[in-house]
C-alpha cells in the first residue's frame, strides 16, 4: 500500500527567512543540530539501512518472476522500502560509510527469491516484516512503523494467492508424509515389541507401506473429487440463465432465487429487477463458485497421486534400517532418529508456509508423531508378555 513519502531532510528552519519550511525532527540529520550520534547509534543506523537495501533487493528480485499486478504490487513495496532507506542515509549523513551486508536472513531470502520467487519465500517475507522493531525504535518514525505492519499484510494477501493454488496437493503431501512416517514407525516399533522376528517386521513395515499409501491415494481421490462435486453443484445452470428473458418482470420470480441463496427480501426483488433490467446474452444468475475455491481443493488425481507418494516415501524411512541388515534396539533408534529428522523438516514446512514460527510447528510434529508411537511400542510389549 503506497505511503506518503517521508520528509525531505534539512537544516532547520530559519526565523528570519519567511516562508522556510520546518522539517521534522526525526528527520535531520544529527550531525546538522550540533549533535553527533554515539558510535551504537550509528551502528544500529547503519544495519537498519542495510537491511532495507537488502528488503528492497528482495521484493525486486520478486518482482522480477512475476507479471501484472503481483509484480506492480511488489516493485511499490520495493519503493517503499528505498523510501525508508533515504531516512537512515538523512540520519547518517557523512557517517554513511562503505555499505554493509543485511541480516543472513534477509540475504537468505534474498538468495532463495532469485531463484525460486514461489510461496516459500513470501512466506519468508511474511515473517520477515513481522520482525520488525521500527514500533519501539526511537529514531524510526511512527509512518515507517505503519509501513512494515501494512507490508506485512500486503506480502500476506500475495502469500495467500500462492497458498490456494497449492493447499489441496500440499495438503495431501504433508498429511501423506506424516501418516507414513508416524503410522509405519508405530507399526514396527509395535512389532519389534512383541518379539517378532526381523523379517517379520520388515515384512509388516513394508505390508503398511503398500497398504496405507493405496488407502490414502484413493481416501484422497474421493474427498477432493466429491468436494469439487458440491462445488459444481451449487453453479447456476446455463438453462436457467438462457430463460432470463422470457421471466414475467412483474412476478420477479428471479427474486426467490436469491432469497434461496440468503439475500433479504428486498435486496433479492432490487437485485433481480437489476438483472432482468441489464440482461445480455452473457448474463448469469449467480456467478459460478470462484476459481480460487476449486484451486484451494486441487484437482483429485493430483491430490491422490501426491498424497499416495508422500505417503510412501514417509513409511518407507522407519523401514530402512531393517532393510539395511539392523537388528533390535540399533534398528529401533535409527529409524525413530530418520522418522524424528523427517517430521522435523515437515513441521518446519508447513511452519514456513503458514506464516508462523517453524521451530513451533516442528516441535509439535515431532511430539506428536514420537506419542503415537511410543503408545504403540506400549501396547506392543503389553500383547507381546501377554501372548507369549
Not at 520546518?22 to 528527520?27: D, G, I, L, N
Not at 549533535?35 to 533487493?57: I, K, T
Request: aromatic share 6%; net charge negative.
Amino acid at each position: 500500500m503506497p505511503t506518503t513519502p517521508e520528509p525531505p531532510s534539512g537544516v532547520p528552519a530559519d526565523p528570519a527567512r519567511p516562508g522556510a519550511p520546518e522539517v521534522p525532527p526525526t528527520a535531520v540529520p544529527p550531525t546538522a543540530v550540533g549533535h553527533r550520534p554515539s558510535p551504537q547509534e550509528v551502528r544500529r543506523w547503519r544495519r537498519f539501512l542495510a537491511d532495507e537495501r537488502a528488503e528492497a533487493a528482495v521484493y525486486r528480485d520478486l518482482a522480477s518472476r512475476r507479471t501484472g499486478e503481483e509484480r506492480d504490487i511488489l516493485l511499490a513495496l520495493a519503493e517503499a522500502e528505498r523510501r525508508h532507506e533515504q531516512h537512515w542515509l538523512d540520519l547518517l549523513g557523512a557517517d554513511t560509510g562503505r555499505p554493509l551486508r543485511g541480516d543472513w536472513r534477509t540475504r537468505t531470502l534474498g538468495w532463495l527469491a532469485r531463484r525460486f520467487g514461489g510461496v516459500f519465500v513470501l512466506a519468508l517475507a511474511q515473517r520477515a516484516e513481522a520482525r520488525s522493531t521500527y514500533a519501539t525504535d526511537a529514531d524510526a518514525t511512527p509512518r515507517m512503523a505503519a509501513d512494515e505492519r501494512i507490508h506485512e499484510e500486503v506480502v500476506r494477501g500475495l502469500a495467500t494467492r500462492g497458498r490456494n493454488r497449492m493447499s489441496g496437493t500440499f495438503r495431501a503431501a504433508v498429511f501423506g508424509a506424516n501418516d507414513g512416517l508416524v503410522s509405519n514407525l508405530a507399526l514396527i516399533l509395535g512389532i519389534g515389541a512383541s518379539g517378532a522376528s526381523n523379517s517379520t517386521v520388515l515384512l509388516s513395515g513394508l505390508a503398511g507401506l503398500l497398504a496405507g499409501a493405496l488407502s490414502m491415494g484413493a481416501g484422497e481421490y474421493v474427498s477432493v473429487r466429491s468436494q469439487r462435486e458440491l462445488l459444481d453443484a451449487s453453479t447456476p445452470s446455463p438453462q436457467a440463465s438462457a430463460a432470463l428473458p422470457d421471466l414475467d418482470v412483474d412476478a420477479n420470480e428471479l427474486a426467490l432465487v436469491y432469497r434461496a441463496r440468503g439475500m433479504a427480501p428486498a435486496e433479492a426483488e432490487e437485485h433481480a429487477a437489476d438483472v432482468l433490467a441489464t440482461y445480455t446474452q452473457q448474463t448469469v444468475i449467480a456467478p459460478p463458485p470462484g476459481i480460487d475455491e476449486h484451486e484451494t481443493h486441487g484437482t483429485a488425481m493430483g491430490a491422490a497421486v501426491s498424497s499416495f507418494l508422500f505417503f510412501a516415501s514417509g513409511a518407507l524411512i522407519p523401514v530402512v534400517p531393517y532393510l539395511l541388515g539392523m537388528t533390535g534396539f540399533l534398528a529401533v533408534g535409527v529409524a525413530a532418529l530418520l522418522v524424528g529428522i523427517a517430521l522435523l523438516a515437515t513441521g518446519a514446512t508447513v511452519g514456513l508456509l503458514s506464516g508462523t514460527s517453524p521451530l513451533t510447528r516442528a516441535l509439535r510434529q515431532i511430539a506428536i508423531g514420537f506419542g503415537a508411537a511410543a503408545a504403540t511400542y506400549a501396547l506392543g510389549l503389553v500383547f507381546g508378555a501377554t501372548v507369549g
